[in-house]
């Protein structure tokens, strides 16, 4: 076991654990975090993801370890209920989602890509989105929403 | 709930609220008739309050055994509500699936699949009651007669008189109806709905969205525990013994269970358990010895014992066969396929002092409750399960088997465990969706008019949903010394009526058994003969169970005649059916899609070839209408297939959400354009070898997706039929037939990988 200083989502936390222990199941069990979602735990699906510094990584091949000290953003730390973020707003008016459960990496992800790249293609939306699994196939409607949120946020 | 004592019950407190003639719910809700049935349990699903129940401050708590699986059923049935009750859609709270307050109404299935799982007859008919009680109990308040009352917000007021008002929260102020429900309390037709009907945004999304929405994964129970299961390492294989001190060291362990041939390891850390699952030394003999898998279709048609049913049998097929101008025959295969929902299963239990708590992802909180009760030997009414949502289902997958690990687990550590199973776990030992082989022959007449029809299929079973008494139908209850189903000799008996339920039945043969016609088409000549056999694995319901096989074959063999007589497909399809409803899609699908009339194949082109392809659905004989027309272009070097398009023309009847109607249709086409191209079960001699998404081939997020254009057909004056698993059925049929029109190659074995489309590209070209 060791002290580990972790920032989610603007909110720092020291957590007593080994240090190999995936980064999700501290955010899901000890900081009790509700984005990030254990899919797969091989780093395969993407139902994980939070960005670290700004980029999405699957969070249950991460050691936390890894991750000292790291400034850490999952979907709860983008926007809330009353307040969605833009990209959050986009999926709710596209009703882009079933089950929700591949929703961490879907929209981490696309966020990681529209911060970098405002005017994506179809082919770019598609790349960024290549390792992230939907299995209730929204597929229609997630991309819909990120072009939607990338008009937006540039007009 | 609210903890009013039998005197403060509206009737007994004096009012009168409304006298029942004999037409109660008593007699038609007879229990237990069917699956869908609500089942007798200690919320009387007679009583309305059992599903209704009104706060002072007007909000409406309404209480349903079914629940939302990601489906959309919470605004669906929120919006039920608030349609039969006339109030506004934030006014309804719903409670879903816990055995501690809902009716039994069994299993959730089919994603809206089936009308009693939308409450046609029982949370709508309940709401219709409480909407009649209210306006009795105003009548009777505010001195006027009942008819001269209307109702607006949850506000009734007298039409003669509109300073003669009251709420419902004023009329009823908490307390209870203590009245049965009516079964002639009148419904809202769909011409009158305000709120149903209308594409209300999920009430679910913005939590999912953001993250805040508590899925079963996010259950956190003071004093909680960690677990996960050691799986034996080949299917069959039975524990000779295991080595608790191979994990003694890893620190946190806190115990290791052994239940029969279930194992498990529970820790303080979720981390901890993982390690001690893995490491934990276990000895096991036997098992493994699977059928190849490259021989198993062969080995179907001579395996015994068989369960043999007819769905039809005219008895002169082979007759009108033997006259027939020509005779066409083709066998189909469709691979076993998992559910492989995204999140491995979880679930949370709570088992002590000889009661239990399950947080549990299952469709049938019920029937878990009971095979809970079985595998820890207490009475059902000690066990509580609590429905939280999982990741989506779409079936049997292991959201019920990990309930039972939970359970164990628990029960022997004495404290609260959570168990989340590994991605091997889940696609090692879920209850797949059927293997099928199914050989057809058709025979046509010299105008080309098919005149006799023979389907013959072959598919093995193990298991399925446990229901209330059969926990070792599924892996965890079967491990643990359960007994599963499994399949006895029994040859096919006399029909005595059509039921085409798992549409064994093409939609183009007449059904008739006497001098009854059920089925959707016109050919007289008809024999439909399923022979059920052993699995070595776990079988159990996958979306559109049995009806995805089934179509993919029929479908696709219409297809085939009508090239073989060099008719246009749609056109093909129309002449040989009957059904009204299943003809409009076909048409508006066709329309939609700016179908080119003509026979296929599309003569020849370049190295890509484009095509299009039709295929359509009767779904269960009659539970919902479905045509879809896929556009595909092929790449004849290597084999791969582009979709461009699909256009599903779709007919459920009253339309309860447009939206919610749409993302089931575009996920469900998707979703099987995905079971089409990429998955299939694989195993080796030992064990399943597609354990993880690199061997298990699900098209990810990052395909080049084809548009869905979905047409709906709105029928007001029918009832309202599945939704869920309609158009899922069509796809497979729908891109092989596009890909004979690109090619003319005809391929007639999922998945089509690029591989099985070379070879019979190949096969084509080569003398």
Not at chain 2, 71 to 93: D, F, H, I, K, Y
Not at chain 2, 436 to 441: A, E, H, L
Request: with cysteine.
């Amino acid at each position: 076991m060791s002290t580990i200083n972790l920032t989610v989502n603007g909110h720092a936390h020291t957590v007593d654990v080994d240090p190999a222990t995936p980064l999700l199941y501290v955010l899901s069990d000890d900081l009790q975090l509700r984005g990030p979602k254990f899919g797969c735990g091989l780093g395969q699906c993407g139902a994980c993801t939070v960005l670290v510094h700004g980029r999405p990584v699957r969070s249950c091949v991460t050691q936390v370890g890894m991750v000292k000290g790291a400034d850490i953003t999952t979907l709860e730390g983008l926007g809330s209920i009353d307040k969605p973020h833009p990209l959050q707003q986009a999926f709710i008016d596209e009703q882009a989602a079933q089950c929700g459960f591949c929703l961490s990496g879907v929209i981490l992800e696309a966020k990681a890509l529209v911060d970098t790249n405002p005017h994506p293609t179809d082919s770019d939306i598609q790349r960024a989105l290549s390792g992230i699994l939907c299995r209730c196939f929204v597929h229609t409607r997630i991309l819909r929403a990120i072009k939607r949120y990338a008009r937006e946020k540039r007009a | 709930m609210t903890a009013f004592s039998r005197r403060e019950f509206l009737q007994a407190a004096g009012v009168l609220i409304v006298s029942y003639s004999s037409a109660s719910i008593f007699e038609p809700l007879a229990f237990g008739q069917g699956p869908f049935d609500t089942h007798a349990s200690h919320v009387d699903p007679r009583q309305l309050d059992s599903w209704i129940a009104i706060a002072a401050d007007g909000t409406v708590t309404a209480y349903s055994g079914k629940c939302e699986l990601g489906q959309g059923m919470l605004t669906a049935q929120s919006q039920l509500v608030a349609e039969e009750l006339s109030v506004p859609l934030a006014r309804v709270r719903l409670i879903q699936c816990d055995t501690d307050l809902c009716p039994d109404q069994g299993t959730t299935s089919g994603s809206q699949s089936s009308p009693v799982n939308f409450n046609d007859r029982n949370l709508a008919q309940a709401a219709a009651t409480a909407r009649e009680a209210l306006l009795e109990l105003a009548a009777t308040r505010l001195g006027v007669p009942a008819a001269d009352l209307t109702i607006t917000d949850g506000t009734i007021t007298a039409k003669s008189d509109k300073t003669k008002r009251a709420t419902y929260g004023e009329l009823v102020a908490g307390r209870k109806f203590n009245l049965p429900l009516s079964t002639t309390a009148k419904r809202k037709t769909a011409g009158e709905w305000k709120v149903l009907g209308t594409p209300a945004k999920r009430l679910d999304m913005a939590a999912m969205v953001t993250g805040q929405l508590e899925y079963v994964y996010n259950v956190h129970v003071p004093g909680m525990l960690h677990g996960r299961v050691v799986r034996p390492p080949r299917v069959g294989a039975t524990l000779v013994n295991v080595d608790e001190t191979s994990v003694s060291r890893i620190p946190g362990v806190v115990k290791v269970v052994v239940r029969k041939n279930f194992v498990g390891v529970v820790a303080e850390r979720q981390w901890q358990a993982a390690q001690a699952a893995q490491q934990l030394k276990a000895q096991w003999s036997g098992g493994g010895n699977l059928p190849a898998q490259d021989e198993f279709y062969d080995r179907l048609r001579t395996m015994k014992p068989s369960r043999d049913a007819f769905a039809v049998n005219s008895r002169d097929v082979d007759e009108k066969l033997a006259q027939a101008a020509s005779v066409i025959k083709a066998t189909y295969q469709h691979p076993y396929q998992a559910h492989a929902s995204i999140g491995a299963s979880c679930a949370v239990a709570d088992v002590r002092d000889g009661k239990a708590t399950i947080w549990s992802p299952t469709q049938s909180v019920y029937p878990t409750r009971n095979g809970v009760a079985m595998l820890l030997g207490l009475p059902p009414e000690s066990v509580h399960v609590i429905y939280t949502r999982g990741s989506g289902c779409y079936g049997l997958n292991a959201a019920d088997a990990v309930s039972y690990d939970a359970a164990l687990l628990s029960h022997a550590a004495g404290r609260p465990v959570r168990v989340q199973l590994t991605r091997e776990d889940e696609f090692r030992s879920e209850s797949y969706g059927y293997a099928y082989v199914i050989d057809q022959r058709i025979g046509v007449d010299r105008e080309g008019t098919i005149i006799a029809w023979d389907y013959e299929a072959w598919w093995p079973s193990l298991g399925s949903r446990p229901g209330y008494d059969k926990p070792g139908n599924i892996i965890t209850g079967f491990l643990a010394g359960f007994e599963p189903e499994r399949v006895t000799a029994q040859a096919a008996g006399e029909v005595t009526a059509f039921q085409n339920r798992t549409n064994p039945a093409p939609s183009y043969v007449a059904g008739c058994v006497g001098d009854k016609c059920a089925g959707a088409g016109t050919i007289r000549s008809e024999r439909v003969l399923a022979h059920n056999l052993p699995s070595p694995f776990f079988t159990g319901p996958l979306r559109a169970p049995n009806r995805v096989q089934n179509t993919f074959a029929h479908e696709s063999f219409i297809d085939e005649a009508a090239a073989h007589v060099k008719a246009d497909p749609v056109a093909y399809r129309i002449r040989h059916l009957r059904d009204e409803r299943l003809i409009e899609v076909v048409k508006q699908a066709a329309k939609a899609a700016g179908w080119d009339s003509r026979p296929s194949p599309k003569p020849a082109a370049g190295g890509r070839a484009s095509g299009r392809g039709i295929a359509c659905v009767a779904y269960s004989g009659d539970n919902g209408y479905v045509a879809t027309v896929a556009d595909v272009e092929v790449d004849r070097a290597s084999g791969r297939v582009r979709v461009k398009r699909f256009v599903v023309a779709h007919d459920c009847g009253p339309i309860s959400n447009p939206d919610g109607l749409r993302n089931q249709i575009e996920g469900g086409t998707l979703q099987g354009m995905s079971r089409a191209f990429g998955e299939e079960v694989t195993w080796d001699d030992q064990h399943v070898t597609s354990v993880d998404w690199g061997t298990y081939h699900s098209l990810p997020l990052g395909f080049e997706v084809p548009a869905v254009e979905s047409v709906l057909i709105n029928r007001a004056g029918v009832p309202a039929t599945g939704a869920g698993e309609t158009a899922i059925t069509v796809v497979a049929a729908a891109i092989g037939n596009a890909i004979f029109d690109a090619t003319g190659v005809r391929i007639r074995e999922a998945p089509f990988t690029p591989e099985r489309i070379k070879a019979l590209l190949a096969a084509k070209t080569s003398p």
